[in-house]
């Protein structure tokens, strides 16, 4: 296996997510996330009118985009890019700047409460490297997530980018974001969060 | 396989949860059983996890899950990739049990009442004192023969607990999880003679759906949805879901039809008239397996037009008409129905009136269809291992207010996992009964937290969680082949030389690890041991065991003849058994058989309901309070996600995503109102008024209005009151939802009300009323 060779993406069939949650969960476990912060949520937006209306799963996570905004910007080089398209932050560079913050179209950035760094999604790169999903593709239940290389055509993600219509999130940003969506439904990305219950 | 069809009366008496005692063989088998490697990595310091299988025990879906620890910590749990019905798939509650074993505020020790009864004053006392006290009442009550003022109130099913109560010759019992799907069973039985069947909904094309949620709450959950999710997307099947508001399932439905609460039967009916009157029914079906004729069926259908229909239901006749044939032709089908529609004073005729459309189109022992629920050689001895407690004694009080009224005193009541407190409808009135000391002379409450009823009894003990011990169950076999899961500890893993200096200490197994529950909490299985040894006489005969883990060792030893050779390590490695002697049961064999009516048949007409002096055929019946025409009135419906479980309310994670449960109201009628979204309100029913603020919404039907279930605690700890406090765990010093709140419990307004005919409640079924409060009356 060739890290360089390697085009890791992301790829969520909203049309079978159930707004579950699981893999918001799962990730806090999995990297211990603090409370107030998250590296991965689900959004839920309700359209139109009774009683013709909708409700919309949006799940979001950090786009590992292929030209990262967020590593241009940061002044003390603490972004990296990996050779397979994993982008991370090295906890020993970053000094809490927020310059990445704001640069990341996205938001999916947040400064740890008590380690005052960066963070955000890596697609769990510690389980990557051992040849594993990441915590929230594994967790979830309906097989909404897929991850994979996109370089090798026989994968299961390319094939499913290849058999349907895929968008990104945002795709004017020029960031060139690397976790697709089937079904996405471009307004409930800029939508107000129904907040729920 | 020796598939044994079950007699209903055997059915009734493999007793708990009819899934955890029940065996299936679908027609069709899914994908076999995989044998992917388990790993996991920790992230701090890229060694692998240490990986346990076990099950989960939150819901009765019995998923079978993976517990990582890094050292002794547990840190992750997912789903066993290998596992026949959730496939890897878990749920965000399944994930949360990690907050409930390392819960720091979790009940440790063993109080009990120090002051008056729920001032919270507790003495801390030893594990000794308070089996000496329990035995000794147990005992007494034994003596002077009035074993039945002992009332158990189980909120969770153990078989080890079971035993002891059938030899002790079974008290009262209120039985929560039977009570939950009491009307559904009541049905079921009356009908088919089993308390529920199995849909092999992947295989479906047409689904409808009445007021289940299997997307956020079902007692298959995972396995369910995941099913029907590869149905939909992956086969094209299509989903139409009836409910009163936009459930998950809904959401992602092909269609929502929102209907006025409670008159799904009618819906149903019509659609089943619709089918009958233009000749697509399955009359070869009706005619050779059922006790009805299609021109008996036509007669009783007459008053259902599907314009009746949209009077009653709000849904349009056309609708009906429509979505009726697709039910009809587009083949494979099948109607589903959950607690949406039995939750009612109706929802008995509601559950029969459903499930007569998949009668009439011929939906039993097909693929896609339903299935009868079936036993395998394992399962029965494992149940003769385990005899479950006789019908007469189960499920003989239904709550509180039954209790209440039958005025045979009480001396004990014992609550384990049970919080009737906060969770029965007019929970008010039921703290005001167990706080009442003439009624309840001694409450003992047996709990993993301090609930609200932890507050108010006598003795408390800590019970260890799901992940602290072992048990046996029969997973619900979604793809044909019976399934037994196997529950084993997980934490907590002592070290090697804490346990060299245990007690139970065994040099043949230091290598092994060794795990022991937090603090001193302890197995239900394991106290009901100690009393019964304590107590003597036939309990200790019939409790030969040692501990939990010797019990569920000898329910495997007698397994060895049938298939599980390796006995319990093959278990403890993979977490689950199959019946490799199980195969792919033909469909055609239920069908085929020249059998008449006598042997296998649906019961369209129930004898069982008539002696009840209702009605015995399927009928909608309007639920009389409904009929209000204030614009101000509207019927209270609640929901679950699933984020809420037993388990899960004082769960960080959780109640993160959901702490708040504000009232939703249909925006429309909010105007009409004069109320916005966020405001205040006040909300009245007959038994009582709460203050929560709303959500206007086009999600639900106007006559509506909902509130989340789960949420607003007094008590089981600062986490589920959404308090911030100063813990061994960084995250409680950073809860940010303090400002907000922690909801409203809906049970504080809700009527104990029943359905005379299954006797289930009717939970949402309470009219209430709505005001505005002003600025100055917000807390």
Known sequence: MKA??????????????????????????????????????????????YPHSREFFLPILC??????????????????????????????????????????????????????????????????????????????????????????????????????????????????????????????????????? | MKIKRISRRKFMKSGLAWIAGTATSLGSIGKAASDKEIAAVSRTSIKSLRAIPTTCQQCPAGCG??????????????????????????????????????????????????????????????WDEAYSTLSHNIREMLEEDRVSEFVIDKGQDDSLFDRFLAALGAPRIIDRNALKNLNRSVAALSMVGAPALLEDIEKSRTVLNFGANPFSNHDFFIGFARRLVLARIEKGAKLVTFDVRMSETAAKSDAWYPLKAGTDGIVALAMAKVIVDKGLADSDFIDKKTDITLSDLNRLLTPYSPESAERESGIKASDIERLAVEFATRKPSVAIFGGGITDHQNGTHNARCVSLLNWIAGNLEKDGGLFFPQHSTAQQIIEQQSPPLPPGLRNTIRGIPDLDKTNIPIDTYFAYLSNPAYSEPDCQSTTRFLKDENAVPFLVVMDTHMTETANLADLILPASTFLEGWGLSNAPPLDGIPILNLRQPVVSLMSVAKALRSPAFDVGKLLEPSFQPMGESVEIGNMSLELARRIGGRLSQEL???????????????????????????????????????????????????????????????????QKSASPLPVYKTIESHKHTDRNEFILTTFKSNLMGSGTANSKWAREILHENRLWISTKVAKQLGIKNNDRVRVTSPVGSLRAKVLTTSRIHPDSVALAEGLGHTAVGNVARGKRFKSKDRDTSLIWWSQKGNGVNPMEIIEAKYDPVGGGLGLKDTVVRIEKLSGGQTE
């Not at chain 1, 890791?8 to 049309?15: N, T």
Request: positive net charge; charged residues 25%; hydrophobic residues 35%.
């Open chain 1, 63 to 197: 786009n590992n985009c292929e030209d990262p905004i967020c590593v241009t910007v940061c002044p003390v080089n603490a972004g990296i890019k990996r050779p397979d398209g994993i982008v991370y932050i090295d906890p020993h560079r970053c000094i809490g700047c927020r310059y990445c913050m704001a640069s990341c179209p996205y938001g999916v950035r947040y400064i740890h409460p008590i380690k005052k760094i960066a963070e955000k999604c890596y697609w769990c790169h510690h389980r990557v490297d051992a040849g594993l999903e990441p915590a929230c593709v594994e967790a979830c239940p309906t097989g909404a997530i897929l991850f994979g290389d996109l370089n090798d055509p026989e994968s299961e993600i390319s094939r499913a980018v290849a058999e349907n219509a895929v968008q990104v999130i945002k795709p004017e940003s020029g960031t060139d974001p690397q976790t697709f969506y089937i079904g996405l439904d471009i307004e409930s990305v800029e939508a107000k969060q129904t907040e729920d219950k």
């Open chain 2, 544 to 610: 030969p065991f040692k501990n939990t883990s010797d019990y569920v060792a000898k329910q495997i030893s007698s397994l060895s003849g049938s298939g599980i050779q390796e006995g319990l390590e093959i278990l403890k490695k993979k977490g689950f058994w199959m019946d490799p002697t199980s195969e792919k049961r033909t469909v055609s064999s239920f069908h085929d058989t020249k059998e008449t009516k006598k042997t296998l048949q649906v019961r369209i007409r129930s004898s069982s309901l008539e």
């Open chain 2, 65 to 126: 899950i993976i517990a990582y620890l890094d050292g002794e910590r547990l840190v992750q749990i997912l789903g066993n990739p290998n596992h026949p019905n959730n496939r890897g798939g878990i749920c965000a509650k399944g994930i949360a049990g990690i907050n409930l074993v390392n819960d720091p505020e979790r009940l440790l020790h063993p109080f009990k009442r120090a002051g008056a009864r729920g001032s919270g004053a507790w003495t801390r006392i030893t």
């Open chain 1, 4 to 49: 360089q060779n390697k085009r890791l993406a992301v790829l969520f069939d909203l049309r079978k997510c159930i707004g579950c949650n699981t893999c918001a969960l799962a990730c806090k476990s999995e990297n211990d996330v603090p409370l107030g912060v998250w590296r991965n949520w689900v959004k839920r937006v309700e359209k139109g009118r």
